[in-house]
């Protein structure tokens, strides 16, 4: 096993910001599917999920920060907000500085605290942390959102369904689908790595993933980069592919450059196309980004994690029942990898 990094980490609740009543505690499920639909990956992609770590290891709960603000309930902050993602309800209007101006407004320090406490809030119906996700990773969404880097989110182990699994069209409160990458990491030499290849040579596979996200606001809500943070980059689920083996070559440095991606309907028709160089201009890119965030916040990559790369498409709504297939084309044996999600 390998050795977690001890600076410190803090799970606290900075701030709360639900002003109106409570939705309901009862934790519902995140989304219904069948139990072969909510299995945990087959083959490589399995193992990476089995080296799950106990919550203690990577959200280390400390006391509550306690802040005098207007509209604030300090102590159920994240819990509030995990049972709005429980219930896939929307967000009130008057969070996270939105629209109103006594409404609380974050800063991104405050907005990470929330994130992790309202990841701990999930843990017990979602399971352990298997991995991470960046953010806004193209300059575009960066300057919509007025930051100059990406966002970091976590993955939690029932967050990611296999090939083939048919979900809910109403899976979240603003269900949302984008052609993603995730990378596996193969060894702890990823903590140190300085460049691409070296940070390529700490990886094990690549593997094709649609990623599901929710955004959890209301659809004239402005949220603005702190409240992506909060509600955990929008993080809500995902279907993974199988999982390809990489090697540090210059080859894969070329393929993961460019890999050409379609999302094509059950009629065959492509409705959206992307390109890895979307991610901070090279996947690899992205995956030093992730790891340099998570060393400043006292947290080491280990083997086994699973990284989610950014949007190679730009976020979509579900608008209906459906079948999608994301196809990578360069990856996989025939040199076209896909994944595949319904809708119903």
């Known amino acids: 096993m390998v050795k977690t990094c001890f600076w410190s980490v803090a799970l606290v609740a900075t701030v709360a910001l639900f002003g109106g009543s409570r939705v309901g505690s009862s934790r519902a499920s995140a989304f219904e599917v069948s139990p072969s639909e909510g299995e945990a990956l087959d083959g490589e992609a399995r193992e990476s999920l089995e080296q799950v770590r106990s919550p203690s290891s990577r959200l280390i709960q400390s006391n509550l920060a306690k802040f005098e603000l207007a509209q604030v309930n300090i102590d159920s902050a994240g819990a509030e907000l995990a049972d709005y993602f429980l219930q ?17 407004s974050l800063s991104l320090s405050e907005a990470s605290d929330l994130r992790d406490q309202f990841v701990y809030e999930l843990m017990p119906e979602l399971g352990p942390i298997v991995g991470y996700k960046a953010g806004l990773t193209s300059a575009a969404a960066q300057a919509r959102f007025g930051v100059e880097h990406p966002l970091r989110g976590v993955l939690l182990q029932d967050m990611l369904l296999e090939s083939g699994a048919t979900v ?31 940070a390529l040579a700490a990886l ?15 659809p004239d809500a402005m949220p603005d980069a702190a409240s992506l943070i909060a509600i955990n980059v929008g993080a809500r689920m995902g279907v993974v592919g199988s999982a390809i083996p990489i090697e540090a070559t210059e080859a894969w440095m070329t393929i993961l450059g460019n890999l050409q991606v379609d999302i094509v309907d059950d009629t065959g028709a492509i409705i959206a196309e992307g390109n890895s160089s979307a991610l901070l ?64």
Request: net charge negative; charged share 20%; proline share 9%.
């Open 168 to 198: 809910p069209v109403s899976f979240g409160a603003r269900p949302l689908f984008e052609a993603d990458l995730i990378v596996r990491v193969g060894n702890s030499a990823i903590n140190e790595a300085e460049t691409p290849e070296e």
């Open 281 to 344: 201009g090279h996947p690899l890119e992205a995956v030093l980004w992730l790891r340099d965030d998570l060393k400043q916040a006292g947290l080491c990559l280990r083997p086994g994690d699973l990284l989610s790369l950014g949007s190679i498409t730009a976020p979509a709504p579900v608008l209906g029942p459906q079948t999608l297939r994301v196809r990578y084309e360069g990856l996989g044996e025939n040199g076209l990898a896909e994944v595949v999600v319904t809708f119903e």
């Open 204 to 218: 094990d596979a690549v593997i094709p993933f649609i990623e599901l996200p929710d955004v959890m606001f209301g």
């Open 88 to 104: 896939r309800q929307p967000i009130p209007d008057l969070l996270f500085g939105q629209s109103e101006a006594d409404a609380v």
